[in-house]
């Protein structure tokens, strides 16, 4: 059985901190993205994702490291890992997950980069308003 480690994202915004996290993490193995829900982000974020769930799956299906995306909670447990056939659990520096070490794979995150550092820049300068969807969003561009 080879090995699969999973990297639970939001990806709110994609950027190359996503890139750079999805590469180091398939040099550990076949790569399994644990995408939270739209519901999960507002309620641990505060607000409604620019784009769906299956936009956000469709663009992290297209990148070479993704073997698979799943649905899963925001907070990733030990279970979910199991349910999904996952050895490993791969995350930033920032991990707020219950996952016992042997099982936890820590990276340093991309300095000055991040989905909400860029959701708050087009927030100020008001580039895109909140939408979830893209057609709504290109009419209003």
């Known amino acids: 059985m080879s090995i699969r480690v999973m990297v639970d994202m939001s990806v709110i915004l994609s950027h190359h901190g996503h ?3 999805l590469r180091k993490a398939a040099k550990y193995g076949e790569v399994v993205v644990g995408l939270s829900t ?21 663009i992290l299906e297209s990148i070479r490291y993704v073997s ?3 649905e899963v909670p925001y907070i990733i447990t030990e279970a979910v890992l199991d349910e999904h056939g996952v050895q490993f659990l791969v995350h930033g520096d920032d991990n707020f997950n219950t996952i016992s070490e042997d099982r936890l794979i820590i ?11 860029l959701l708050a820049y087009n927030r100020r ?10 057609d709504c969003v290109a009419q209003r561009l």
């Not at 519901?39 to 769906?52: A, M, Q, R």
């Not at 300068?125 to 893209?134: L, N, V």
């Open 19 to 21: 890139i750079r996290l």
């Open 38 to 58: 739209d519901k999960d982000i507002e309620k641990y974020k505060g607000h409604t994702p620019l784009l769906t769930w299956e936009f956000r799956r469709e």
């Open 68 to 70: 698979a995306v799943v």
């Open 107 to 117: 990276l340093p995150r991309t300095p000055a980069i991040s989905s909400s550092m």
């Open 125 to 134: 300068i008001k580039i895109i308003p909140y939408a979830t969807d893209s």
